[in-house]
Antibody, heavy 123, light 107 residues
């Protein structure tokens, strides 16, 4: 079955750290750009970071730069998000997403989503 | 930064047509997709590349994109279509941009 399964969420104090994981199955993980997208409670979707299939390129939303690090292990078919210096405003469900990325144009979107993992930043 | 704006809510009677707009500067020059998200669930892609439907998405879902506005149309709306809908485009400076979201209520 083609699926993404996130884990690693939980309650963390402001200033703390957390590492999210996403396990992929049912498709050739190493061929796809991958991403993290978050959704604060009752709010909309926000792209957080994405990574090239070979891990050589990584991009972040401004609010994540310097605090979050996206990485992947293609041998383990896994995507990660290391989050440091967490703030209350980082509280959200974090989704792992598979990206369809066409290099010759701007046709880029998420065709597969995980069920998400909840991160709560609170004292 | 690039922004996409959607109406907060749309109401539709069962069997009628619902239209959800997504507005952005020169949006017609970009590719737009749409996601459906039901309460407590992850988003599901319903339209990509402006007008295309993924396998398994009902034919009643269609899309268009021109000028500054993209539109998701649900024809013959059913109770199961009640959900939040988000448009999304890619911009070279802002990367993956999501619309503000529209709650569709089937009355």
């Amino acid at each position: 079955e083609v699926q993404l399964v996130e884990s690693g969420g939980g309650l963390v104090q402001p200033g703390g750290s957390l590492r999210l994981s996403c396990a992929a199955s049912g498709f050739t993980f190493s061929s796809y750009w991958m991403s993290w997208v978050r959704q604060a409670p009752g709010k909309g979707l926000e792209w957080v970071a994405n990574i090239k299939p070979d891990g050589s390129e990584k991009y972040y939303v401004d609010s994540a730069k310097g605090r979050f690090t996206i990485s992947r292990d293609n041998a383990k078919k896994s995507l990660y998000l290391q989050m440091n210096s967490l703030r209350a405003e980082d509280t959200a469900v974090f989704y792992c997403g598979r990206i369809i990325h066409e290099t010759e144009n701007s046709n880029r979107y998420f065709d597969l989503w995980g069920r998400g993992t909840l991160v709560t930043v609170s004292s | 930064s690039y922004e996409l704006t959607q109406p907060p809510s749309v109401s539709v009677s069962p069997g009628q047509t619902a239209s959800i707009t997504c507005s952005g500067d020169k949006l017609g020059d970009k590719y737009v997709c749409w996601y459906q998200q039901k309460p407590g669930q992850s988003p599901v892609l319903v339209i990509y590349q402006d007008t295309k439907r993924p396998s398994g998405v009902p034919e009643r879902f269609s899309g268009s994109n021109s000028g500054n506005t993209a539109t998701l149309t649900i024809s013959g709306t059913q109770a199961m279509d009640e959900a939040d809908y988000y448009c999304q485009a890619w911009d070279s400076s802002t990367f993956y941009v999501f619309g503000t979201g529209t709650k569709v209520t089937v009355l």
